[in-house]
Each structure stands twice: as C-alpha cells, then as structure tokens.
C-alpha cells in the first residue's frame, strides 16, 4: 500500500513539476494555440470548398482535437528525453525510485491536461464565432481512456526510440501528419479507398475518434459500440499498443544501458 502512494505520490509530482514548465512557457502556448485555430479554420474552410460546413464542423472539431493530443503525445514525448539526453540530465530519470514509465506518465498527464486547456479555448472561441453545439455524454469518458492508453502506449515506443536513436524530431513530425489526414481527424475515413481505410483502422486514435463521433453525434449508447464490435476493437488497440509501447520502451532502455547510451548525446 504504501508503495502504491508513494508511486501516485511520485507521479503528482511529476505532473506539478511539469505544469510549472509549460506555465513558463506560456506566450509559446498562446503561439500553439494560434497556429492550432489556423490550421483548423483554414483546413475546414477549404475542406468545405470555399464555405463552412456548420453541421460538419463540430464533428471535425472532435476529431481535431484528438490530433492535438495525439500530437502532444507524439512530438513533446519524444523531445523531451532528447532534450535531457543533449543536457546530460537523462540518466537522473533512472535513479529516480520508481520505474521511469510512471514519470513519463505523469510528463504525459500533464500535457494532456495543459491541452485540455487549450481545446476550451478553442471551443469557446468557436462556439462564439460559429454558434456550433459541441455535445457531451458520459459515454464518451471510457472512450477517452481507451485512447489515452494508445497514446501512452505511442509516446512510450517514441521514447524507447529516442533513448536508441536521440534524435527522432522528423519521424514525430511525419507521424503527426499522417495523424492528420489519415485517422480521421479532419477528413473522413468513409471516403477512403477500401485499402487505404483499413490501414487508417490500425492507427491510434482512428477507431477512438470514430466511436466518439458516434457516440456524441448519433446518440448510440456504448452497449450498441460493443455489439456492432468498434467498441471491442478499440479496446483491443488500446490493449496492443500500451502493451507494444512498455516493451519497446524496455528493450531500448536495456539496449542504450547496455552500448552506454544514455550519457551520450
């Protein structure tokens, strides 16, 4: 028992610790945001072929904003040990005495909750210009875990990777891309070539994003998700990539400790 608390314990104050950071760092936040609002607005305004597409855009918002916390996942998560490695701090994370999973998940859980900060701006901003109605259920929350556990399980795979390879910036980058266009965040899956959607099915946050969509937008219950068997994928993805994420993370851990790696840069 008291192992576990002191774990939490560890865990909260990695996320305060974190949080103080990115509040340092508060104009480049505002600067994210921006460019975040941009990015949407203009990819909807030429989605929808010169107009807005008021029934569509709160359905697009939805699936946006899971890019932007698959992003935090992917690009923050991934520099961050490159950044300690660069410092030549790395290697304090592992005399640290719990299992550095758990402080990359309180680094994780801050980011997203610093995210979650920015999504309601965004959805004030958007519900005062455009007037859309952004729904919520309390089904949506074990969706919302499912995912968090997929991006857990990414983040983790990219941070393994950085211990192995350092510098992995463009490889998060080509990532967020494919993020973008191909899990459904901004652009429907529907419309895909058969080939090409089921390849986007095997991406995090695809099947979360879809579930979500139907969930908040045509009211099914997550009894029906189970049956129809999204429900069940998703699980089984969440399942798979926090599984994969913890043991590539532990393979390249044991690999960098064994060349020596992790004192280097």
């Known amino acids: 028992m008291d192992r ?3 774990s939490l314990r560890m865990v909260g104050n990695e996320i ?3 949080l103080l950071i990115l509040w340092d760092y508060k104009f ?5 945001l921006l460019i ?18 008021l029934e569509l855009l709160s359905v697009q918002f939805v699936g946006y ?3 932007m916390y698959g992003r935090a996942a992917m690009r923050t998560m991934s520099e961050d040990l490159s950044d300690e490695a660069q410092a030549g701090t790395l290697e304090q994370m592992y005399m640290a005495p719990v299992a550095p999973e758990l402080l990359l ?20 901003l958007l519900i005062t210009v455009f007037h859309i109605v952004l729904p919520f259920r309390w089904e949506e929350l074990p969706i919302l875990l499912c995912m968090f556990c997929e991006l857990f399980g990414l983040a983790l795979l990219l941070s393994g990777l950085g211990l192995v390879f350092k510098q992995i910036s463009t490889f998060a980058d080509l990532l967020q891309q494919l993020f973008l266009f191909l899990t459904g965040s901004l652009v429907p899956i529907s419309i895909f070539p058969n080939w090409l959607a089921v390849l986007a099915r095997t ?7 879809l579930a979500l969509q139907a969930v908040l937008f045509d009211h099914q219950s997550l009894v029906t998700l189970w049956t129809t068997g999204d429900l069940s994928l998703l699980c089984l993805h969440a399942f798979l990539y926090l599984g994969g994420g913890i043991a590539t993370f532990r393979i390249c851990t044991r690999y960098a400790k064994h060349q020596g790696l992790l004192g280097q840069y």
């Open 4 to 6: 576990w608390f002191f």
């Open 16 to 18: 305060k610790k974190r």
């Open 28 to 32: 480049d936040a505002l600067m994210q």
């Open 36 to 53: 975040f609002g941009l990015i949407f607005v203009g990819a909807t305004f030429f989605l929808g072929k010169g107009h807005f597409n």
């Open 65 to 67: 904003t899971m890019w």
């Open 105 to 124: 998940l309180g680094r994780l859980l801050a980011l997203f909750l610093w995210t979650s900060l920015m999504v309601l701006l965004m959805a004030g």
């Open 203 to 209: 991406l995090p946050t695809t099947q979360g994003i």
